[in-house]
């Protein structure tokens, strides 16, 4: 019989909707589909009024008993759905969250930045692929210097002219780009990674951080720039400290100086770390070169700077004891964790 075979349809659909139903909103479509007032079952009765009383008994006992098994695969997958709800204890303490936390370099910049923008310096950022110019041409370092072949390290292939670019091998690229284009006068210093081509060991890694600041006006001197450094190392490791300038050599400046502070350690008493001197060479630094003015088409008669730059990774490993720089660019976490 028709209405049988319909019945019996009904009820193996209605089977394995209820199987899938996910939620309350699929499960209420599924009510209404198969147990609403407009669904096949509810109207069931009008199509069997025309059936003999025999044919009545049979087709009815089969609609009461589908009905039934539809209305308990209703209730099973309505409990099933109020079992896997989320219920949420308010007084669970719950899974404690790990929090991130900014790596000791980062911690290091955002110091550094704080302390060179409340002694008046701006804070620039550069590029780290630069062109041969700016990394040596401008910085009095022409074809054949001796620093050239310390610092050959990782050219870039150019294909679209002549101009030659390599990963910067020192901040002080930066200097007369920026002066073209801030003008003067100026102070501002820009920090990064900077390139070698090193041998790696505890002290030395062929990637490191470097700063560099430079100051040109009318009247930027060495006075200037022995307050500048030395207020900057007593704010970064937070006590009073002596400096001391010696001469030094740097193509880009003239005079060229190299600046020690007094060990942090022993108090200028004397120790390993200071080799019995009482002073650790943290800088270098000195007077612009007229020639480095003059490449940023600056009238070096007018105009006068100084420049001083320093690794930080070296600062940052005076200042909490850390004995090898590879360290500093790993992802330990036992290290991280420290700070």
Known sequence: MRLIEDLKKIFQEAENKFQDVKNDKELEELRIKYLGRKSYLANFPSLIKNLSLEEKKEVGKLYNDIKKRIEELYKQ?????????????????GEEIEQGRKHLISQTFEKVSKIFLEIGFSIVDFNQIVSEKENFDYLNIPVNHPARDLWDTLWIKNIKNEER?????HTSCFQVPIIKKIGVPL??????KVFRYEATDRTHDFEFL????????????????KYVTRRFFQLFFDKEISIRLRPGYFPFVEPGLEIDIGCIFCNQKGCQVCKKSGFIEVAGAGMIHSFVLKSAGI??????????????????????????????HSSDLRFIKQF
Do not use: C, W
Request: hydrophobic fraction near 40%; glycine fraction near 8%.
């Open 77 to 93: 997958a309505k409990n099933l759905i109020k079992e896997e709800e989320i219920k949420f204890d308010f007084d669970d303490p």
């Open 165 to 169: 670019y390599l990963f910067r091998t």
């Open 187 to 192: 102070r501002a210093i820009v920090y990064g």
């Open 210 to 225: 470097q700063l560099d600041g430079i100051s040109v006006s009318e009247d930027s001197n060495l006075a200037h720039l």
């Open 299 to 328: 009238d070096f008669k007018k105009y006068q700077g100084y420049a001083f730059g320093f690794g930080l990774d070296r600062l940052i490993m005076l200042k909490h004891g850390i004995n090898d720089i590879r360290i500093l």
